[in-house]
């Protein structure tokens, strides 16, 4: 269980609830940021573990911003879904990743992320890139 969320929840607490999709391929990692977001207040839209749920959810809900694992298992990966979201949706994305080579670094710039939360990452981190996203969004 986080352990720094209910300090996140006063800070976020006097705007409207933000909704978040999640797209993790692992259970526990996604069950983790799931209840990480409901914490600090935010709203969850979903969790998809793949693109092309990901891309269904997003249709359905309309979140306003996508965490989005860059190394995703199946026909599409985080980088492409993350380009696919912000074209058909205008969804800006938050990239995970347990790994940071320079070349996949690189590769993610073109869906324009609004950043980039490496794995393994603290409650207040999450907290904190979700913020800055979101003040890029409206100013």
């Known amino acids: 269980m986080p352990s720094d969320g209910s300090q996140l929840v006063a800070k976020a607490g006097a705007r409207k609830p933000v909704s978040i ?23 969850v839209a979903g969790v998809a573990a793949s693109g092309p749920e990901a891309l269904s959810l997003a249709e359905d809900t309309r979140p306003q911003l996508a965490l989005v694992d860059i190394r995703l298992t199946g026909p599409i990966d985080g980088i492409e879904l993350a380009c696919a979201l912000r074209q058909k949706f205008a969804i800006p994305a ?5 790994l940071a080579d320079d070349t996949t670094t ?20 999450v907290f904190n890139a979700i913020e800055r996203a979101l003040s890029q969004v409206a100013g």
């Open 21 to 43: 999709l999640i797209v993790e391929d692992e259970a526990l990692v996604a069950s983790y940021i799931e209840e990480v977001l409901a914490e600090s207040g935010y709203r």
């Open 94 to 98: 938050i990239f995970l990743s347990g």
């Open 106 to 125: 690189r590769r993610a710039e073109i869906a324009e992320p609004l950043g980039f939360l490496r794995k393994p990452f603290r409650p207040s981190q």
